[in-house]
């Protein structure tokens, strides 16, 4: 191919990246996406009890009851499980209580007679509470790579850089995000929007990690849909507590594809390494032949009792820290030493009833020093 071809053919290939016209609206985009993190910001501490379930394939479920605080870097659960099915758990009426506190983990657990615990942990050991998480939570960008894809949420996704644009189709209102950055390398989402602008569904996607100009040149349906699918959540059933709304409903269902799926174009990627190209055409065609598995879903569902929610109330760092009941064995993350918590005195084990023998105590003398008042005994 001669120079002039050459330049033809860069030319061609670079006039539809310019003058094509991307699907939405970025300017309305952008308002949105500001609007949604003064939401997520406005939320400065949050405390409330939930319902948590999850289903699996085969009839596997779990419900539990579980309290929750959160508030800046701190977080503190406690759960109880209610009921299961389907598998092997922990019984009804054991015990977990976690807290995260100066980036330290810590964690009681009670199952029957048995009581153990750990501190100094560098992680929370559950996903609870991760659709709450997942909306909430707002990870240091120096931090995200070190997460898992499936703990990276809303919050931390669109402070990032990004592109967001408004689409409106069949009288609905999405958002679109494409991320722009190299710590989310893909990662990004499609938020369906209600008539106040609130989140009802969060799709979480990964999206070709190039720019929508280039996807556009080999994509052969609508670029926004030119998408990996990971999980979606359902926020509904919203309240408004002190001026805010808060979605007191969520569930999140997770998607896998099928590995025939995954395994087609494998072709396109092993010429583009040859030649040297990117992976752009690759990805774009992976993603548009994506199929996912059916009857083989794995759904979370959080219920909020609204009468327990609590909205930017002050919280202390005592608030967030687990009290260990005597005689526990603790065991230290960092020095892997099993420490014993100190046995209780009898005036501890019994301070209640010391406090009502003493009060009774009182009160007989004020009683007796009455009557011998009104009947004129010294």
């Not at 992680?123 to 998480?133: G, K």
């Amino acid at each position: 191919m001669n120079v002039l071809s050459r330049i033809l053919v860069v030319f061609l290939l670079i006039i539809p990246a310019v003058s094509a016209e991307l699907p939405g609206d970025r300017v309305a985009g952008e308002q949105i996406k500001q609007e949604i993190l003064a939401w997520l910001d406005s939320f400065q501490s949050l405390q409330f009890k939930f319902r948590y379930r999850f289903d699996v394939s085969h009839g596997r479920w779990k419900e539990q009851e579980i309290e929750y605080r959160r508030q800046d870097n701190m977080i503190y659960y406690h759960s109880i499980v209610l009921g299961y099915g389907g598998f092997d758990a922990e019984p009804v009426g054991s015990v977990l209580i976690e807290s995260l506190v100066d980036g330290k983990c810590s964690l009681l657990t009670y199952q029957g007679k048995g009581v153990s615990g750990e501190i100094n942990r560098k992680n929370i050991l559950t996903s609870y509470t991760i659709l709450i998480d997942l909306l909430f939570e707002k990870i240091p960008i120096d931090e995200v790579a070190e997460y898992s894809p499936y703990a990276v949420g809303v919050h931390t996704i669109l402070s990032l850089p990004g592109k967001s644009t408004l689409l409106k189709r069949g009288g609905e209102k999405t958002l679109v995000y494409w991320s722009e950055s190299e710590e989310l390398y893909g990662l990004a989402l499609n938020l369906r929007l209600d008539k106040q602008n609130r989140i009802i569904e969060v799709d979480y996607v990964v999206r070709p990690f190039y720019s929508p100009e280039e996807v556009q040149l080999w994509a052969t349906k609508d670029i926004h849909e030119v998408v990996q699918r990971m999980s979606s959540i359902e926020l509904a059933d919203y309240k408004e507590f002190n001026g805010i709304w808060l979605p007191c409903y969520m569930k999140q269902t997770k998607h896998n594809s099928t590995e025939e799926s995954r395994s087609q174009y494998v072709s396109i990627a092993a010429d583009a390494r040859r030649d040297g190209r990117n992976l752009c055409e690759y990805y774009v065609r992976l993603f548009e032949g994506l199929e996912y598995e059916k009857g083989n879903s794995h759904t979370e569902e959080v219920r909020i009792d609204p009468g327990t929610v609590k909205i930017n109330d002050t919280l202390n760092k005592s608030d967030f820290e687990i009290d260990f009941p005597p005689y526990t064995s603790i065991v230290d993350r960092e020095t892997n030493e099993v420490i014993t918590t100190a046995r209780e005195t009898w005036l501890e084990r019994h301070a209640n009833l010391v406090i009502i023998l003493i009060a009774l105590g009182i009160l007989g003398g004020i009683t007796v020093a009455g009557w011998r008042y009104w009947l004129g005994k010294p």
